[in-house]
């Protein structure tokens, strides 16, 4: 101690953490990770922390367990002697693996938001955000035919692994030649029908791989290979046999980005799009406290793969909040969170008020030049019947499913009211000469969810909720904090439950940086405006 103050007079990140926080995590914290016998441990409630300072600095690990020998204060906030000569840093890898298994991620964040909360420093209740980001796999993006050639190779060195002399008897001549070496070192052909030929010429090869590997004299440790069924799924989703030829499936016969490979080297990585942003990956939602005068600490972390849509989120962030004990009051979103089953589920569940714009109604009605919209119906739910602003009443009510699932209300009109009716050009896009029936069609959501989405809709046509709403704003600043500083943007493992533990770690880390910020009295970075902007005129 006396060294370390001695070293630092005005204190550092690490010693304040120690001194403030006091023990953040301890041996019993993860007892559960280690057998009971043999060779004692690395104190695991020490590596913790470690991992939690590695990516505070963004280091290797390499560089973390340097910095456990040599770095006064790590040792000061460790509580280790000067001469403790610290662990390889093998160690560190073998400790991810065992919090991986018992979802430990979460325990060293919870352990970090447990002591912001015993400083006061973080409660429940109040307002909260979130927003998410993409995440780029670790391995390299494919296209899709260095995706299928990747496939068929790294089977082919997995089989050779296993069973040289096996495959030498089987393998074809071309494949040493086609397959020795990787696609992005391949100049593929730039003419279209060339490239197709060689499509399909991969194609055959693999079918060809999978029928010796399945076939009954095959070894059975063959099709027990990770990379075998790897391309057995890849041919499944790429090609198909026609007439005893393979070919290449057609852009909509294949599956679709939540189920299809993106890599056969992080099989868990999916394509992912946001706006005009695709990428191969993981998807990370981070929600923070945003009250005035306090530290904006990360609540909660959600990791995902890229092909899950955002609306699909709320339920299961306020799930993980409400299993903390930090439900907020408000919670701020962007349109990707905000939908009626969203809003009505938070209400209901967590009597959590979910603020966030609505997507703007897609009807045919608001596509085209009618003007009146759902709100222009009056709906009698006792009776199950819509009027009409013609006054003319529905003569269809049925409970049925939308594209996605969800449940819906098929209501119609009868042709008989609406052909005739002189607001017919107000209300129906109709094609003249269309051998369409003439009649107005509405789907709406059930009851609960509908009144909640007129509610939401009134609400946030008001300049008070505009205002207020400028604060989800912020979460930006912390996505972009996550990127610069600590890396956020792409995995460093591979695999789902490997980047949802780099996101755990990377989030406690973003905490304890702002914890050091607000005990040093650092205020939060105002929002940042460029000369340009600030020259336009307001109003």
């Not at 009597?351 to 085209?368: F, N």
Request: glycine share 8%; charged share 25%.
């Amino acid at each position: 101690m006396r060294v370390a103050r001695a070293a630092f007079p005005k204190g550092s990140l690490a010693i304040r953490v120690r001194d403030e926080l006091g023990v953040m995590f301890t041996d019993e914290h993860f007892s559960g990770l280690f057998p009971a016998r043999g060779k004692r441990a690395w104190s695991p409630g020490r590596l913790a922390l470690v991992l939690v300072l590695q990516f505070v600095d963004n280091l290797t690990d390499r560089q973390a367990a340097e910095a456990v020998r040599a770095r006064i204060d790590w040792k000061y906030a460790l509580g280790l002697e000067l001469t403790d000569p610290g662990f390889d840093h093998s160690v560190l890898c073998e400790f991810r693996d065992r919090l991986i298994g018992a979802e430990g991620g979460r325990e060293v964040l919870d352990g970090v938001l447990t002591a912001a909360r015993e400083r006061g420093l973080l409660a429940s209740g109040g307002r909260a955000r979130t927003d998410s980001t993409h995440v780029l796999s670790a391995v390299r993006a494919l296209n899709q035919l260095e995706l299928v050639s990747e496939c068929l190779r790294s089977a082919l060195n997995a089989v050779a692994r296993v069973e040289p002399d096996w495959l030498r008897e089987r393998a074809l001549q071309d494949w040493f030649r086609h397959y020795a070496t990787r696609a992005d070192e391949t100049r593929f052909p730039k003419d279209r029908t060339k490239r197709t030929q060689l499509y399909e010429r991969i194609g055959t090869d693999g079918m060809h791989l999978l029928r010796l590997v399945w076939a009954a004299d095959a070894p059975q440790r063959l099709r027990e290979l990770p990379e075998a069924e790897i391309l057995r799924q890849a041919w499944v989703q790429h090609f198909h046999v026609v007439e005893g030829e393979v070919r290449r499936r057609g852009p909509k016969d294949r599956p679709p980005g939540a189920t299809r490979l993106a890599s056969p080297y992080d099989v868990q990585a999916r394509n992912g799009v946001k706006g005009e942003i695709r990428w191969d990956g993981y998807k990370v939602h981070l929600t923070e406290s945003c009250e005035p005068d306090t530290a904006h600490l990360i609540t909660n972390v959600v990791t995902t793969h890229g092909a899950v849509s955002d609306d699909r989120m709320a339920t299961v962030v306020h799930a993980g909040l409400a299993a903390k004990g930090l439900l907020p009051a408000e919670h701020w979103v962007d349109s990707g969170y905000a939908n009626a089953a969203a809003l009505t589920a938070a209400h209901r569940d967590h009597g959590v008020a979910l603020h966030g714009p609505l997507k703007s109604v897609t009807s045919a009605q608001s596509r085209g030049d009618a003007t009146f919209g759902q709100e222009a119906f009056t709906v009698d739910w006792d009776q199950q019947q819509a009027g009409c602003p013609d006054g003319h009443t529905s003569t269809y009510w049925r409970q049925a499913r939308s594209q996605q699932g969800a449940p819906v209300i098929r209501i119609q009109f009868s042709p008989r009211d609406c052909k005739p009716c002189p607001r017919q050009p107000e209300c129906i896009n109709s094609k003249p000469g269309s051998r369409r029936l003439v009649r107005r069609e509405l789907t709406l959501r059930p009851r609960a969810e509908h009144e909640t989405l007129q509610q939401a809709r009134a609400l946030q046509q008001t300049d008070e909720w505009k205002d207020r709403y400028k604060i989800r704003a912020g979460v930006e600043g912390t996505v972009s904090q996550g990127v610069i500083a600590h890396g956020l943007r792409r995995s460093r493992y591979r695999g789902l439950a490997k980047a949802g533990l780099q996101h755990q770690l990377t989030t406690a880390a973003i905490n304890i940086v702002r914890i050091d910020a607000h005990l040093t009295g650092k205020p939060h970075a105002p929002t940042r405006t460029s000369p340009v902007a600030a020259l336009c005129p307001t109003g």
